[in-house]
């Protein structure tokens, strides 16, 4: 069989350049309006993607007074669209830092039953310092939170097991619900939890909701490399994405697993246009819209570093070695600004686009080249699709670029099973209390 | 005008009747298939209920081998009954003792903007000892679990006041997005918790969603009195639950608050039948499908005391004075017990149908007679529906008892407004945080 890709439809608001909220195309009202996000999953589903996804923090986060921030929360949002789809799989953040891993673990327990199977994790650290001050703690050191996340998702994970997958029998005439024989405490005692078990939800109908990570530093890796089934990344150049790819890959082995149990997921912000012209033109109003207050406290952000009075015409300043929280985002801004010897206007506004994920303006061909480049060149299993604008950015890649990879063998007719853990291609977890079956 | 009841329909499973699962009018495969859920909710919608309602609790608790548990986490379904309805409110029962305010605030509120304003929050502080153990914690004190829950509430309510209803400007050629005046941290430093705020979510739709609480403990009728718009109680006779009735309207001064400001809603297990007989006949199927040894740890749960050794056919032994947790359901089992002159498995067919909620067989005109009585005896502002099978239970309530009591003008025929507020004829809070308008 041919090998397929994978395609992710990254949700945010109203689009992810910065200033899609201005453009004409878009309608700022809709970022709490759940029909909004309906009619995208709808869209991605259309189009016979694999999945959609929600970012999340738990802090108000960049500069609400030039942007629209301040939308739902995934794992409540996506109940509501898993009510109104069949196929698409469903991503929600969620943080190990600041939750329990009993809440977190009955939550996609839950979304997955809800959703027939089609729920996943993005499971995050949480860098951010704000996020720290609406949990009364100090923000813990980055190995700290690797720590806690590592077991917090050995925990989940025995949760999710706890229920063996015959353990329901709904024998009505004996009046036996449940062989309790296949219902396990998990009595965990750890350094971070102690968790006695069962989950009071049965077992997901995938076994473990998918398993998603984004951290590029060492730890992530490792942790990609040990927990993840998909990573997404952000990658600037084929080069770069090879390297990452083949960095990743490598790490498994080590973990008793093979290179094809993690996919990973470059991010691309496509800019179509039915003409390069056309898309270039897009690029530039958007481009236009941009606030540079609001950029330079965004690249401020991304990079760790207070660039808000810094002058906007010069180059990027010299920045210091790597510090905690924002490393691997740092590097891959300084090394783009180095590279195309941007200023700082430029570089925001190459930013503005993608937050460090490769930004392209193109016709549907010319996007469905660079896919497949980085696809056929070892340097991706698939893509996380961020619009500019939503809904229009999504249904122009669903209905022109799709079927261009269609054509060329590269993506999926029709959905090939009824999970999430099917449409990735991805074997279902056996429960860990399951005794071996004598032969 | 009138005075209206209110109904809300307590959704628990294939039915509140603990052996409903083994009855041929329902499928217990569908413990945990969303569609079950989303008839039930438009069936209540049909029938111009106010709201449906579902418990919760953190752990696996009673006796899996014999009945239907492990289903789904409230908030997530809740999100996806809201989908797939338009006028119906969702409550769900989230507790303070092993959450954090941010966190449920920040849910709450995006359950009431994908709903369009119609999420209420059960406030339960998890009395079991269960629960306790998943979060790796000592069961905290009575007191202590209500000290947290009232500086959780304090938390929760800033946190929703924190963007004021004028906060979003949505100034697309200004590139104004929201008016940061507007959007307040909330810089809280108390006993149990820091939290910096604001919110990201915005300002939901009913200011704050609606606030219900079911605790009869001293703890629980002041809280109640202090925090909660609506009461889900449980009472066995007119006398006591007008006694009730009174007790709690009478704290609501205290707290600067008028009579009007909560609803008391005793629960009630209707058992339907189009004659007397038929309704009989089915609750004695039911009593009939009882497994007497849960029944007998049920009864231990509920009175907090261990009686599954006890004899069956014996009165109920005598019982210590009051103990930590189950304080108020306790006396009202045991006065139950003594009342009627109850054996033990009297007593347990007795709370199978409505674990200590009344429980009444009858025509839909002899059920609305009871709910008349109450209502207009002081005694209740509106019921909480326990169908003791679902859906069957709800059809036959919504089909034939709220026509009866539509004929004696006690019941809505149309909803009144769009949010569970208007269901409930509740107002609207204020931010805290908006300026006095100057005249």
Known sequence: ???????NAFLMGVGHHEAAWRHPRTEPARLTDVRHYQELARIAERGK?????????????????????GGLEPLTLLSALAAVTDHIGLIATVSTTYNEPFHVARKFASLDHISGGRAGWNIVTSAGEAEAGNFGIER?????????AAEFLEVTRKLWDSWEDGAILRDRAAGRYADTGKIHPIEHAGEHFAVRGPLNTSRPPQGHPLL?????????????????????????TLEEAREFYDDLKGRLAAYGRKPGELLVLPGISPIIGSTEREALLLEKELEDLIIPAYGLAQLSRMTGLDLTEGDLDGPLPDVPAETEGAQSRRKLVVDLARREHLTVRQL?????????HLVMAGTPEQIADRLQEWFTGGAADGFNIMPPILPGGLSDFVDHVVPELRIRGLFRHEYEGRTLRDNYGLARPRSRYEQAVAS
């Not at 813990?140 to 806690?148: D, I, K, L, T, V």
């Not at 998603?212 to 952000?234: P, R």
């Open 348 to 356: 925001i506004g190459r930013l503005a686009g993608g937050r460090g």
């Open 1 to 7: 069989m041919t090998r397929r890709l994978h395609l």
């Open 212 to 236: 998603v990570q984004a951290g590029s530093s060492e730890d992530g890796k490792e942790f990609a490399a040990h927990y993840a089934e998909a990573v997404f990344t952000a990658q600037q």
């Open 49 to 69: 993607l694999d999945s959609v996804f929600l970012a999340d923090g738990v802090a108000l986060q960049g500069n609400v007074a030039h942007n629209a921030l």
């Open 140 to 148: 813990p050191s980055h190995a700290r939170r690797y720590a806690r």
